[in-house]
């Protein structure tokens, strides 16, 4: 991943570097794959984040009913 600074604008160029890493997923897989994690493991998590994520949108078309 490329960056280029221009003039001595290293904070804004820093700033665009964290957002292109943050878009593109590469610390998420970085960090995802620092320790194994047993596929019986990944697939308890995903459905874990699966449920609540189910409940989030159940509680947000709750809360649109009431007013």
Same mark, same amino acid.
């Given at each position: 991943?490329?960056? *280029?600074?221009r #003039?001595?604008? &290293?904070? #804004?160029?820093?700033? &665009?570097?964290r957002? +292109?890493?943050?878009?593109? #997923?590469?610390l998420?897989?970085? *960090?995802? +794959?620092?320790?194994?994690? +047993?596929?019986?493991?990944?697939?308890?998590?995903?459905?874990?984040?699966?449920?609540?994520?189910?409940? *989030?949108?159940?509680?947000?078309?709750?809360?649109?009913k009431?007013?």
């Amino acid at each position: 991943m490329q960056v *280029k600074v221009r #003039g001595t604008n &290293i904070e #804004g160029a820093l700033r &665009i570097f964290r957002k +292109k890493v943050s878009e593109s #997923g590469v610390l998420f897989q970085y *960090k995802e +794959k620092m320790h194994y994690e +047993k596929p019986t493991t990944k697939k308890q998590r995903k459905k874990a984040a699966a449920k609540q994520r189910e409940r *989030k949108r159940q509680s947000s078309i709750d809360q649109t009913k009431l007013f």
